[in-house]
């Protein structure tokens, strides 16, 4: 089982930026796992928000249209670690953000974007 920890969350006016991050441990093989980002909204259901995925499958990242162009997501395999940077914040990307492979998942950061 691996253990996530997802830190870098915040309050943040809109505009700005963030930069999440989500540390991995228990496990050798974190290069091997696809890398995800969902986030649950006040009063919503998850929310896939980004993917990155291994090298070995090309290193593809992929995200929801509504982050598009505004958050990059990335990998250091080397430190188990997958990032989130967020910028140019809007108020419906308050949430809470989990990282996670598709059988773990962390407890989450809460993202605030409020004036």
């Known amino acids: 089982q691996v253990q996530l920890v997802e830190s870098g969350g915040g309050l943040v006016q809109p505009g700005g930026s963030l930069r999440l991050s989500c540390a991995a441990s228990?496990?050798?093989?974190?290069?091997?796992?696809?890398m995800n980002w969902v986030r649950q909204a006040p009063g919503k259901g998850l929310e896939w928000v980004s993917t990155?995925?291994?090298?070995?499958?090309?290193?593809?990242?992929h995200y929801q249209d509504s982050v598009k162009g505004r958050f990059t997501i990335s990998r250091d395999d080397a430190k188990n670690i997958v990032y989130l940077q967020m910028n140019n914040l809007k108020s419906e990307d308050t949430a809470v953000y989990y990282c996670g492979t598709m059988f773990d998942w962390g407890q989450g950061t809460q993202v605030s974007v409020s004036s």
């Open positions: 228990g496990t050798t093989i974190f290069s091997k796992y696809s």
């Open positions: 990155a995925n291994p090298a070995s499958s090309g290193g593809t990242t």
